[in-house]
């Protein structure tokens, strides 16, 4: 079936390292991939996102990388702050539409 | 700017009552959508609505409706609550077609005993 997933459930890092969130999706008919920040207590936050045709995408301190090889979605973030604590999770638009089917998530927790 | 507004915040309801949970974006979003999140998982898409007067059902419609006669409101109604919908619910709204950037409200957190 169509899924978006996560490798990790959870991800503890220090303070000021960079940090790697996983997510492999085996719907190869989506045209966008797309990260969310969920805090605790709150919605989810849009990140960033990235069209299928694309292999990377940078913002501010994050960016996200696509292999369609292998299926596979990252987002990194840089020099980690206590504020990036929160659950992320990978979404996808399939034939940009109106549908935005999420993963299970992954906790990062800072270290300070 | 409020963004998105949900209410209420916290809800206990026994299982065959029925209510209505409220959504209200000022962003004049066209799209707009309800997610229920249950413990330790993701979102799951319940309704959505591309504009007043037009719905479509998500993932899990089974047990709510929905209807959307303004572009602000979007209301999501249990009409027989049962112990499974216990969950937080979610609305977002954003622009279409091809919606990536969802803007989502506080959520609900709903019991049913």
């Known amino acids: 079936g169509e899924s978006v997933g996560l490798h990790l459930p959870t991800l503890s890092v220090q303070e000021g390292d960079n940090s790697i969130i996983n997510c492999a999706y085996s719907n190869s008919a989506s045209d966008y991939f797309i990260w969310y920040k969920q805090e605790s207590g709150k919605g989810p936050q849009f990140i960033i996102d990235?069209?299928?045709?694309?292999d990377k995408r940078q913002g501010q301190r994050v960016t996200v990388l696509l292999n369609k090889t292998v299926k596979h979605l990252s987002l990194q973030i840089a020099a980690t702050q206590p504020g990036d604590s929160a659950v992320y999770f990978c979404a996808e638009n399939k034939n940009a539409g109106n549908m935005l089917t999420f993963g299970g998530g992954t906790r990062l927790m800072v270290k300070p | 700017n409020a963004g998105v507004t949900q209410t209420p915040k916290f809800q206990v309801l026994k299982t065959g009552q029925s209510m209505t949970l409220q959504c209200a974006q000022d962003?004049?979003?066209?799209?707009m959508s309800w997610y229920r999140q249950d413990p330790g998982m993701g979102l799951r898409l319940i309704h959505y609505?591309?504009?007043?007067?037009?719905?479509d059902q998500g993932e899990v419609p089974n047990g709510y409706n929905v209807s959307r006669s303004t572009t602000e409101d979007f209301p999501l109604r249990l009409l027989s609550a049962a112990p499974s919908q216990t969950s937080v619910y979610f609305c977002a709204s954003g622009t279409t077609p091809g919606i990536t950037e969802a803007f989502f409200g506080q959520g609900t957190r709903l019991t049913v005993v």
């Open positions: 962003m004049n979003h066209e799209y």
């Open positions: 990235i069209r299928s045709n694309m």
């Open positions: 609505s591309v504009g007043a007067g037009i719905t």
